[in-house]
């Protein structure tokens, strides 16, 4: 049985339902082999990851986060002085090379037209999260108090070295502590393979095995 392997914004027809099962029972043994050190953390907070997706994927699938994301609501801008100040701080999980998933359903339904998936990234993977940030995109006016800084940081030319690092300073943003990313429900920038179910799927009880 071949688990689809999708890049981001490729489609696939859905599958009928009893083949869908088939894939269910084919990776979840796959997520439990590959997936321990996100499953660990998960298990730890009683939570999954979710994400919502604008394509039309299969309901099973192994993704692959692109290195090339051109952000959908933001100025190119913003992504890559974010950037430059993650590289700064030596992250390998940047905005331009992530999916963006959070334990809170609830956000990962604001960026969905297709549905939510529950999202088991594969050992190995990067990430990058924040204490302070739930989602950067809408908390950026809670980062700079001085306009000027927060317009030329986000909206303007490349921002210098000095306001990177006062934006690092003051975001909190950080590449340790899995489960406290999970249990915090904010943003998590996630770089690397990963596999996604469906959440129609959630209460599966195979799928629930995974949380024990």
Request: net charge negative.
């Amino acid at each position: 049985m071949k688990i689809y392997e999708i890049e981001a914004g490729e489609k696939e027809p859905i599958a009928p339902e009893d083949e869908i099962t088939d894939r269910l029972n084919h990776v979840i043994p796959l997520v439990q082999q590959h997936c321990t050190q996100s499953l660990h953390a998960m298990r730890e907070t009683g939570k999954y990851l979710y994400r919502g997706i604008k394509q039309s994927p299969p309901l099973v699938f192994l993704g692959q986060s692109r290195n090339n994301r051109n952000p959908s609501a933001s100025p190119g801008q913003f992504q890559r002085n974010v950037d430059a100040a993650f590289n700064m701080a030596g992250f390998k999980a940047l905005r331009s090379n992530s999916i963006f998933v959070s334990s809170s359903i609830s956000e990962a339904k604001n960026y969905s037209y297709e549905g939510v998936y529950l999202i088991f990234p594969v050992d190995g993977f990067s990430f990058t999260w924040s204490p302070r940030i739930s989602d950067l995109y809408i908390d950026e006016y809670n980062i700079f108090d001085d306009y000027t800084k927060r317009t030329l940081f986000f909206r303007e030319d490349d921002a210098s070295p000095e306001l990177l690092k006062e934006f690092l300073e003051r975001s909190l943003y950080r590449n340790t502590d899995f489960t406290s990313a999970i249990e915090s429900t904010n943003e998590i920038m996630i770089s690397g393979k990963y596999y996604a179910i469906h959440s129609k799927y959630a209460e599966q009880p195979g799928l629930k095995q995974l949380m024990i």
